[in-house]
């Protein structure tokens, strides 16, 4: 079968009755970067378990599969200079995980945040949000250094249009389980004071600001699910935020809200903790048993960044809580770092089978 008449005759795999899933990054990982990294990956995952992956498909201002409709602001229908050149990543995983029955959700990691020297920052200014100065938002990276981000404008029509249109055009296209949207899809509350924002919110004089801002965020989630679900009512709306009073009051971010409007299929939270106890306190707030109890929840363990070595033990110690927490799953970021206790400044492997052992007996 070729890999076109495998795409249009797949389905989506039903939702597992418990998942064990993961990230797929193209940072700090070449798991993604060719069909044969891709294939020899998937099945080590199949092996311990694994059910459902999250694949990275939007990321500094490009989609890293190939996409004309992204491409009408973005200048390249996929990231350009990369591995993902002249091949269509995200079909090769759709076709490789099939046969180990392992759903794909491809992952919007940069939601409305983009490098100020992209192409769609460069030349659509006008789709940027600022902060009160009109300078741009910066963030910290994973590696400690300063990482200057700027905003799309969720308030703005196009910004709201080019979301919408994009992950629509995915949907349509890949027979995918569904979409994912993180903690990047927000609004940070230091921004909104453009000048489209500042006469929209101008017009609603007994508006709360933050409330207010939050409400569009929550608007543009509900275009996206409503446009999934017109094209395939058994694709998935999954979100990845992090706990909700953080999550609130630094980005604008009201999941819950989300949830109880029925916007949201799957929740995935990212409880990244060094501490057991820190861990516990997180996943045994009064919303997160609440939200359990009314979709399928995951919580998102840390397994390591490429400065953040953590041990074999603690993972598996934050694996059992959630199990025994009964939630509906764990998510673990990111795919390197299940793999290799340490990425730098030398690799340093897990031990097989202490993986298998703490992971496959979960499945």
Request: net charge neutral; aromatic share 8%.
């Amino acid at each position: 079968m070729s890999r076109s008449s495998a795409l249009e005759t797949s389905n989506p795999l039903p939702p597992p009755i418990f998942q064990q899933a993961v990230w797929l990054t193209n940072v700090d990982s070449q798991v993604m970067h060719s069909r044969a990294n891709l294939d020899r990956g998937l099945r080590q995952l199949a092996a311990l378990g694994f059910n459902t992956i999250y694949p990275v498909v939007w990321q500094r201002g490009y989609t890293l599969y190939p996409s004309p409709v992204a491409a009408k602001l973005t200048g390249a229908v996929v990231l350009p200079d990369s591995p993902f050149v002249g091949r269509d990543m995200l079909a090769e995983i759709i076709e490789l995980a099939a046969p180990l029955k392992i759903r794909v959700i491809p992952w919007w990691e940069y939601g409305l945040m983009v490098p100020p020297k992209s192409p769609l920052a460069r030349l659509h200014p006008e789709l940027l949000t600022i902060d009160r100065r009109g300078s741009l938002q910066r963030i910290q990276g994973a590696s400690g250094q300063p990482d200057p981000q700027v905003w799309l404008n969720p308030c703005d029509d196009r910004v709201r249009e080019f979301v919408v249109e994009t992950i629509g055009d995915l949907v349509a296209r890949y027979p995918v389980a569904g979409v994912q949207l993180d903690d990047h899809f927000a609004l940070p509350v230091e921004l909104g004071y453009d000048k489209l924002t500042q006469q929209l919110f101008a017009a609603q004089p007994h508006a709360n600001w933050d409330e207010w801002r939050r409400e569009q965020l929550t608007g543009l989630l509900a275009e996206i699910a409503s446009r999934v679900r017109a094209i395939r009512h058994d694709c998935l709306v999954s979100i990845s935020p992090n706990p909700l009073g953080f999550a609130k009051s630094r980005y604008l971010v009201d999941w819950q809200r989300w949830c109880d409007l029925g916007l949201v299929d799957e929740l995935v939270l990212q409880v990244y903790r060094d501490r057991l106890d820190a861990f516990a306190g997180e996943i045994s707030k009064p919303e997160v048993r609440a939200i359990k109890t009314k979709i399928p929840t995951l919580i998102g363990i840390l397994t390591g960044l490429r400065t953040k070595p953590i041990s074999t033990e603690s993972i598996a110690a934050q694996i059992d809580l959630t199990i025994a927490s009964e939630f509906g799953g764990f998510a673990c970021f990111f795919y390197e770092t299940l793999f290799h206790e340490q990425l730098s400044p030398q690799l340093v492997s897990r031990d097989p089978q202490q993986l298998m052992a703490i992971l496959r007996a979960k499945s």
